[in-house]
């Protein structure tokens, strides 16, 4: 069965510094995506950033950019130039193409004025 | 409407009690998702429409729990004889397409 796991459930960030929050997830396909999503303490979650397994080139959106090692089944999340709008939680998610997503636990990300 | 909403935002019920909670997803979203989020914990996947037909209700705890979408747009999840372990934030999600879901400020149900 595929698994995500996070295993910082918080983390915290001085303002415009850099961040990294981390997932391993396992599986047994071979295409598969895999996503990192924010949840401010609205609750509205939205997408941060994508990264299809096929690509070897790490996804990048602005500041937030992936590691992503296939191999170990890795796939961490870089926050540069952190802002206080940056806090919320984050959860990494995995989908192998169906509709059924599966989401980690979840990283409380404080960001220090 | 922008983005996916769902109503009510905050629902008490009674122990016992029947609880309908309502998604309305982006228009032409063919896919709709529903998912329950216990305190501190991701969202764990209830079931999945398609337009109107639901292909997986795999997720749904128990027989207690029906979820709908009748026209392939505005999706109902009910919950009969509300039990304390219930209550959650009770999430939705449409995706238009590739992979990007939108999600929905979540409704929060508290059973006493």
């Known amino acids: 069965a595929q698994t995500v796991t996070q295993s910082q459930p918080e983390m915290s960030v001085q303002e415009a510094e850099t961040v990294t929050l981390s997932c391993t997830y396992d599986?047994?396909?071979?295409?598969?995506?895999l996503f990192w999503y924010k949840q401010p303490p609205s609750r509205q979650m939205i997408l941060v950033i994508r990264?299809?397994?096929?690509?070897?080139q790490n996804a990048t959106e602005n500041r937030f950019s992936v590691n992503f090692q296939k191999a170990a089944k890795s796939f961490s999340l870089k926050i540069s130039d952190s802002q206080l709008g940056d806090a919320a939680m984050y959860f990494c998610?995995?989908?192998?193409?169906?509709?059924?997503?599966?989401f980690g636990t979840g990283t409380r990300l404080k960001v220090l004025a | 409407g922008a983005g996916v909403s769902q109503s009510p935002r905050y629902k008490v019920a009674k122990r016992g009690q029947d609880v309908a909670l309502r998604c309305d997803p982006i228009?032409?979203?063919?896919?709709l998702f529903w998912y329950q989020q216990a305190l501190g914990q991701g969202p764990e996947f209830l079931t999945y429409f398609q337009n109107e037909a639901q292909l997986d209700k795999s997720g749904l705890p128990s027989d207690r729990f029906f979820a709908e979408r009748p026209e392939g747009s505005v999706s109902t999840l009910k919950i009969q004889r509300t039990q304390q372990e219930d209550s959650a934030v009770y999430l939705c999600a449409s995706e238009g397409g590739y992979y990007e879901q939108y999600f929905g400020p979540g409704t929060r149900l508290t059973v006493t």
């Open positions: 990264q299809e397994a096929y690509k070897q």
């Open positions: 998610a995995y989908t192998s193409g169906t509709y059924k997503y599966i």
């Open positions: 228009s032409g979203h063919v896919s």
């Open positions: 599986t047994s396909e071979s295409d598969y995506y």
